[in-house]
Nanobody
Framework: QVQVVESGGGLVQAGGSLRLSCTVSGLPFGDYSLGWFRQAPDTGRERISC????????RYLDSVKGRFTISRDNAKNTLYLQMDSLKPEDTAIYYCGAAQRHCYESILGYQYWGQGTQVTVSS
């Protein structure tokens, strides 16, 4: 049984930092590309970035470039998202998705999802 579990969300003041983690079990972690997505109220789920099974990082969402960093640790079956200089507009539920082999822009390319972790940035 595949499990995808995000953690690390919370309430932070603008300018602060958070580090999200996504732990995956039940599948060959090294065979999957992994993406971070977010969804604010009344909006669609957008891809922040993705890291391929070979470690290549896809382009970042324009609004987070220079502030967010994606990484993966295959030994720990974990995906990370370091978020610095947070802004109120970063408030959203953050999701981790696993895609077999490739990174995809569309959520349709991802076979497995976690339940999400809430990030709230106060002004």
């Amino acid at each position: 049984q595949v499990q995808v579990v995000e953690s690390g969300g919370g309430l932070v003041q603008a300018g602060g930092s958070l580090r999200l983690s996504c732990t995956v079990s039940g599948l060959p972690f090294g065979d999957y590309s992994l993406g971070w997505f977010r969804q604010a109220p009344d909006t669609g789920r957008e891809r922040i970035s993705c890291v391929t099974l070979s470690g290549e990082i896809a382009r970042y969402l324009d609004s987070v470039k220079g502030r967010f960093t994606i990484s993966r640790d295959n030994a720990k079956n974990t995906l990370y998202l370091q978020m610095d200089s947070l802004k109120p507009e970063d408030t959203a539920i953050y999701y981790c998705g696993a895609a077999q082999r490739h990174c995809y822009e569309s959520i349709l390319g991802y076979q497995y999802w976690g339940q999400g972790t809430q990030v709230t940035v106060s002004s």
